[in-house]
């Protein structure tokens, strides 16, 4: 059974800097058919938002959203079957709920922002920034 558990969320000011873990089990990250993942966040009364993504492979592409470039960066941990972002100068915007997202089904090279496209879903790990 797949499951991602999220951590690493908090409280900080603007320009301050988080690390969001997401631990993997029920599959392996790093094999090539199910190497996709990706951090989504959505703040209440908002839309949801893929934040950032890799694709499938050794190296796996990034893809970011352009909210986030620049800020965050996403890596993989294949001997801890993990997936993380480093989220840098954060600012009151970035407060959300994030969570982290699988995709065992159809993973590409290509890196994907799209929701529908993720099949495996955290319960998610709230970050707020304040001013």
């Known amino acids: 059974q797949v499951q991602l558990v999220e951590s690493g969320g908090g409280s900080v000011r603007a320009g301050g800097s988080l690390r969001l873990s997401c631990v993997a089990s029920?599959?392996?990250?790093?094999?090539?058919?199910?190497?996709?993942m990706g951090w989504f966040r959505q703040a209440p009364g908002k839309e949801p938002e893929g934040v950032a993504a890799i694709g499938a492979g050794p190296g796996g592409s990034l893809g970011y959203a352009d909210s986030v470039k620049g800020r965050f960066t996403l890596s993989k941990d294949n001997a801890k079957n993990t997936l993380y972002l480093q989220m840098n100068n954060l600012q009151p915007e970035d407060t959300s709920m994030y969570y982290c997202a699988a995709r065992t089904r159809g993973c590409t090279w290509n890196p994907t922002l799209l929701r529908s496209d993720y099949n495996y879903w955290g319960q998610g790990t709230q970050v707020t920034v304040s001013s």
């Open positions: 029920g599959y392996r990250i790093d094999t090539l058919s199910t190497s996709c």
